[in-house]
């Protein structure tokens, strides 16, 4: 393997210092800084690269060695750095005016001569747990790895800060595990309890959050960020799909606290799994929330490529957080990942069946009773085999068979259309002009004894490399012996087998009129060949003909044809096959796959896509696409993990890839997860770039913490999620208050060294979330199809599908954020104001705002609105006194009791609005029965847009 240096320095490493240099902490940030700009992954200026050692140590353009470990004179790198010569100077002037400083130079040639040693980046390689430092403050930690953070801080001699009062903890844990705030009656409990036994209280008001399925509620958010969950397929038309058993699986899995091993193992490969439980299947929807393009015109296979690129950099965001990415156009920029790896990743999704057809296919079906759900997947699974099982042996009795003859065409025309039909010596039809969809090809050879007809269907061209034309596929095939006089004596078919099974049709299709058939659907990747078996074998009587005709009547993307660019027909008298279809065997075999089916369609429910291969002889090849571009292929590659990761010699698909992604070799998915869950309660990650563990990535503030969370999460939980945020929010770096002096501000503005507690923006879910609960109208129905809360008017303006946002009624109406239609090209704007997904692609992470429009949401948005006098009935249940009214109100959303500086504020503000709409009667009516009332709705709407009530 080469070895790649690390483009950034760890901030926790001591400064360069007499000692010896080490290339991470002093040699690496010089290169980046000014080097590798021209000298690295892609650009090689002048051939040289600063991006892995064995570069470094080779010669340039010029035929002068870079870098000669143990003398600094001989080497070029230096000479260039030293030298007045504009022409040669590196730095060039053009681009640093000034040269390197001499501490810098100082440091390159002490490298040099000390041998120039090399570093991995620190997250390539595999945690090792470290040793939990001694502190002075003995006192302080709770966790082991509140010892980690103090550490930090004694050495940068700085002191933690208090324990936050049980208000304030409760209220951020209780948004941080569940997304909804305790109520007063919770609070009052705690707080109770806290009296008597302070740990005790804390440790089990903790279960008692983990325990509440509004957990996987909340958590679910973060998750299907990164699994870009929606609810319509995007793009263009961004029609509906229904996937949304794929949410509620999420949901389950995260109060069920299924291990991420296990969570990650059936959302990738669930289908390949030997005995796939019932939610499985339903599990590998995570990979079919990719965009479909369904405009009219567009390249299925364009679009099918672009979602299985799409999977591949999800994947390596999702559990690995790398710029995978990059590499699908050349070797990483900056990590050891060389552009052929990106292919070899890229084999394992290749293979699955779905081609960005309309359809969705393939789907499977979620049982309206769960306890049918077993049953489905066996059945499904049954259907599947048994239709395999029927075509394999008529597969291998035809193509055992011979005698074949090539018929020659006396007659080839296309109907309608102005196509034409030519035959090649070797017996191959070729197609050309216009062919438009439900045409048909009508062909006339000499007749002869008709027991087995052959027909092969050949791409448009001869190189592999170029097969990737619109599909071809016989939606009707029909033959028939017609004599001299126009007299046409049918030739009945009854079965056909094929090279192989895949993709959405049936081969049977192509004796009944429809738009399925037998061929290639949507795109042609390979040959394909079909045997059209008759009834019986039929003899041609004196003077007939043969004829023919195949119907196309399949379309790709609702008005592209499927018509055969080039095919051959062959038939023998050979009637082996027709006689093996009365065999008992048979016969026993299509019983079973219909029983099966008719088993199967009495299990009522909705069907979702999901992920399944192609198998056998209908596997796809993977090439390496040149520069990226799928229209320029190269060599053929095999499915593979990168070799910096350390993944198995072999892994031949996805069920392979996705135990090496949740194994002991693979040394980022520990970390990363350990991160994002650090990230959602602190606020932000130990790695700050949740999505990039890369060399271009930012930097652990605390690398030793990481490991240790990340090798507690993985070894010690076994991946368990509640135990590990458990131990995170009863630890005593969580437990500080956020109450921050304008000197520890200044000194740490984000709060990077953990000398306080976290004070976050509550997310979009949280904002809605929060204030259904604390005005009472919170619905705590769980799973279902998506809901429609209010929302401004014309917002939803679907184009062509003339979709329309029907809001819910009755208690759909007040739903949990994570139930809301997410609409792709028009997402729920109160979500994407408070900076929610848009759901496209995959977000590890999103970057919080604080704008305007987020004002304007929480004062004017309807759902809001209702909100507002829903907490200001809340307000009038205290009592009839203004002030206690005003008091329980804030209490309900902060815990606590306002200052008297906070009630006269808000008394003032009821005062000034009522007798503004007492002067409006009108715009009173709009709030509330009264001036009075309509004043307390606009008092609870401010409350709810506080600064307390939307940070945690």
């Known amino acids: 393997m080469r070895r790649l240096f690390p483009t950034l320095l760890l901030p926790c490493l001591a400064p360069a210092s007499a000692g010896e240099i080490d290339f991470n902490r002093d040699v690496r940030p010089i290169l980046t800084k000014n080097c590798t700009t021209c000298h690295g992954g892609v650009k090689k200026a002048g051939d040289v690269s600063y991006l892995y050692r064995e570069d470094t140590l080779g010669k340039g353009e010029s035929g002068k060695t870079i870098v000669v470990p143990g003398d600094p004179d001989a080497s070029e790198m230096i000479r260039r750095i030293l030298t007045d010569d504009p022409d040669d100077r590196m730095p060039p002037p053009d681009h640093h005016p000034k040269p390197l400083p001499q501490e810098e130079i100082e440091i390159l040639t002490k490298w040099i001569a000390e041998g120039a040693e090399w570093g991995d980046h620190w997250s390539f390689q595999k945690p090792e747990k470290p040793p939990v430092p001694e502190v002075e403050n003995a006192e302080w930690p709770r966790q082991d790895l509140d010892r980690f953070v103090l550490a930090r801080l004694e050495a940068e001699k700085l002191t933690p800060s208090s324990a936050a009062d049980p208000a304030e903890w409760l209220r951020r844990a209780s948004l941080d595990l569940t997304g909804l705030p305790p109520t007063l009656e919770e609070y009052d409990g705690f707080r109770a309890a806290v009296a008597k036994d302070a740990e005790a209280a804390y440790s089990a008001e903790v279960d008692r959050l983990l325990s509440s399925p509004a957990y996987g509620e909340h958590w679910a958010a973060m998750w299907l960020d990164l699994a870009r969950y929606s609810d319509t397929f995007g793009f263009e038309k961004d029609p509906h799909r229904t996937i949304w058993p794929f949410r509620d ?12 091993d296990e969570f990650t193992i059936k959302q990738l490969a669930g289908d390949l799994q030997e005995n796939p439980e019932p939610g499985d299947l339903i599990a590998t929807a995570f990979h079919r929330n990719t965009q479909n393009n369904t405009e009219g015109g567009t390249d299925d296979e364009e679009w099918r490529m672009s979602a299985v690129i799409d999977r591949v950099n999800t994947t390596w965001t999702a559990w690995n957080a790398t710029t995978f990415g990059c590499v699908q156009c050349h070797a990483h920029p900056y990590d050891a990942i060389p552009h052929e790896d990106y292919y070899r990743f890229k084999a394992f999704f290749n293979n699955s069946e779905d081609v960005d057809i309309n359809s969705d296919f393939p789907r499977t079906k979620v049982a309206n009773n769960p306890a049918q759900q077993a049953d489905a997947v066996r059945l499904e699974k049954a259907i599947d085999r048994t239709r395999h099982e029927l075509n394999a042996p008529m597969r291998k009795l035809a193509q055992d068979t011979d005698g074949w003859n090539a018929l020659n065409f006396s007659k080839a025309i296309v109907q309608p259309g102005t196509g034409a039909l030519s035959q090649q010596a070797d017996g191959v039809v070729v197609t050309s002009g216009t062919t438009p969809s439900d045409c048909s090809f009508i062909l006339e050879s ?7 007809f052959k027909v092969e269907i050949f791409p448009e061209q001869d190189d592999p490399a170029e097969w990737r034309g619109r599909g071809a596929v016989i939606t009707l095939f029909e033959a028939a012996f017609v004599s001299a006089d126009g007299k046409r004596r049918p030739i009945e078919m009854r079965e056909v087998a094929a090279d192989y099974l895949a993709g959405p049709f049936d081969p049977n299709d192509a004796l009944q009129k429809g738009r399925s058939g037998f061929g290639e659907y949507p795109m042609t990747k390979a040959p394909r060949t079909g045997w059209f078996i008759p009834k019986t074998k039929v003899e041609p009587e004196p003077g007939e003909k043969l004829e023919i005709k195949i119907r196309h009547g399949a379309r790709c993307n609702e008005s592209q044809n499927t018509v055969l660019p080039r095919f051959r027909i062959s038939v023998t008298g050979d009637d082996t096959l027709s006689r093996y279809l009365d065999s008992p065997e048979h016969h026993k075999l299509w019983d079973e796959h219909q029983n099966t089916k008719k088993q199967y369609d009495a299990i009522k429910g909705t069907t979702i896509p999901v992920m399944k291969d192609r198998v056998g002889a209908a596997t796809r090849e993977t090439r390496v696409f040149i520069r990226g571009n799928r229209m320029t292929l190269d060599k053929v590659v095999e499915p593979g993990i990168p070799e910096l990761f350390g993944g198995p010699e072999k892994a031949k698909d996805r069920l392979d890839m996705a135990r090496w992604m949740v194994s002991d070799e693979n040394p980022l998915a520990a970390r990363v997860l350990a ?6 309660l602190f606020g932000i990650g130990i790695v700050e770039t949740l999505e990039d563990f890369g060399s271009s990535g930012a930097l652990p503030t605390h690398p030793e913490l990481l490991d240790f969370l990340a090798l507690r999460l993985r070894d010690d939980h076994d991946w368990h999620l509640k135990p590990f945020l458990r131990e995170l929010v009863l630890s005593s770096s969580y437990r500080q208050t956020n109450k921050a002096t304008p000197e520890m501000i200044e000194r740490d503005p984000r709060n990077r060294l953990l000398a306080r507690g976290p004070r976050n923006r509550l997310t979009a879910e949280m904002v809605r979330d929060q204030a259904l609960l604390v005005s009472g109208l919170l619905s705590r129905k769980t ?20 979709a329309k946002w029907n809001t819910s009624t009755g208690e759909d109406r007040y739903r949990r954020a994570v139930y809301t239609y997410n609409k792709r090209t028009a997402g729920y704007p109160a979500f994407l104001t408070f900076d929610g997904s848009a759901r496209d692609v995959c977000v590890a992470r999103r970057i919080t705002t604080n704008t305007p429009l987020q004002a304007l949401v929480t004062l004017n948005d309807p759902a809001h609105i209702e909100f507002a006098q829903g907490l200001a009935k809340r307000m009038t249940e205290a009592g009839t006194d203004l002030r206690v009214r005003l008091a329980h109100g804030y209490r309900l959303i902060t815990l606590r009791d306002p200052e008297p500086e906070i009630l006269d504020t808000l008394a003032s503000l009821h005062a000034d609005a009522k007798s ?27 409350l709810l847009n506080s600064d307390l009530a939307l940070n945690r």
């Open 675 to 680: 991160n994002r869950l650090w990230a959602h």
């Open 916 to 942: 503004d709409y007492e002067a409006s009667p009108a715009e009173s009516k709009k709030l509330g029965e009264s001036p009075d009332e309509a004043a307390l709705v606009l008092v609870a709407n401010t």
């Open 249 to 260: 699986w999420v949901i389950d899995a995260f109060n069920a606290d299924m291990p991420f």
């Open 446 to 452: 000499d007749a002869s004894t008709a027991g087995l």
């Open 783 to 802: 799973g279902g199809p998506p809901v429609y809360p209010p929302q401004p008017e014309g917002v939803w303006n679907s184009v062509y599908s003339g």
